[in-house]
């Protein structure tokens, strides 16, 4: 299958020349389109932010919301249909920052969504402000003297609550990345994806040089199902780890849990209203 049906047609992209967000947005054509996975039957579901601007630049189904806010919408949408792929994307300021309560709570829930997070270690659509992931002595020209917050770890703080499926990638591996991003839309459940990718206006230290020499891959012996070890290896600063870091099926969905669907499959978005609903809205008819 050929991953141009995903390309938009004389569309001006907002990105700077050399941003890592071009080839994040080449990964996801060509996982969506190994996994043939029709634009039709794809929604992305982003917030603000430069990063949130993938789902302007793919032909499929999108919906753009308000800064920090795409994880309360991908789960009712999958809700609503759950034969959907729902991919839920921005960056580490959205997700991670004004996001923060909505990730949490995401991942409490489990639905079968991916999340996809643009970690660039800066503001870039604000021009440069500390992100929640940036690192402690990061001069911008607001920490002027240094950020001196703990950055946010979101691989321990997802496999802390339970995420069924927690991995990092690195913007500048295509081929690695891609089957990382695959493995996740797969998965059955809530899966964090988290990318490393520099900034190239705006983040001057954790450029592309930077991530490879401070980058490793988890070897052929290390088991994700071992959530011991995955917080553990979640938590490293000096090289940080790439892979699936922790993975487990044995939580049921956010869809599943539901009442709805418990005797009746068909998604609610092909259900006839209640009768009390009608009944209710013939009243203010009448």
């Known amino acids: 299958m050929d991953n141009r049906r995903f390309d938009m047609k004389g569309i001006d992209m907002a990105w700077c020349p050399g941003c890592g967000n071009f080839n994040i947005l080449n990964i996801l054509k060509k996982a969506l389109t190994e996994l043939k ?49 729902v991919i839920a994307e921005s960056g580490d300021g959205c997700m991670y920052g004004e996001g923060g309560n909505h990730f949490i709570h995401t991942i409490r829930r489990n639905p079968d969504i991916t999340n996809i997070v643009h970690n660039n270690m800066v503001y870039g659509l604000t021009k440069g402000q500390a992100s929640p992931t940036s690192q402690i002595g990061f001069h911008t020209p607001v920490q002027v003297n240094g950020v001196v917050l703990e950055p946010f770890n979101p691989l321990t703080v997802a496999i802390a609550f339970e995420a069924s499926f927690v991995a990092r990638c690195f913007a500048g591996d295509t081929e690695k990345t891609v089957d990382i991003v695959k493995q996740a839309i ?101």
Request: hydrophobic share 35%.
């Open 37 to 85: 996975i029709e634009p039709v039957e794809l929604v992305l579901v982003s917030g603000i932010g430069q990063a949130a601007k993938i789902p302007h630049y793919l032909k499929t189904n999108l919906f753009n919301g308000l800064h920090g806010r795409s994880l309360p919408v991908a789960t009712a949408i999958k809700a609503a249909n759950p034969n959907l792929t």
């Open 186 to 286: 797969i998965h059955k459940g809530y899966a964090l994806v988290d990318i490393l990718q520099p900034c190239v206006s705006f983040n001057k230290v954790n450029t592309f040089q930077w991530f490879k020499e401070h980058i490793y891959y988890l070897d052929a012996s290390y088991d994700p199902r071992d959530k011991i070890r995955a917080f553990d290896t979640a938590g490293e600063k000096e090289k940080l780890p790439l892979g699936i870091i922790y993975q487990s099926q044995d939580k049921k969905t956010f869809e599943e849990n539901l009442v709805a669907y418990k005797d009746n499959k068909t998604p609610l978005y092909k259900r006839e209203p209640l009768r009390s609903l009608k009944e209710l809205m013939q009243s203010y008819r009448d």
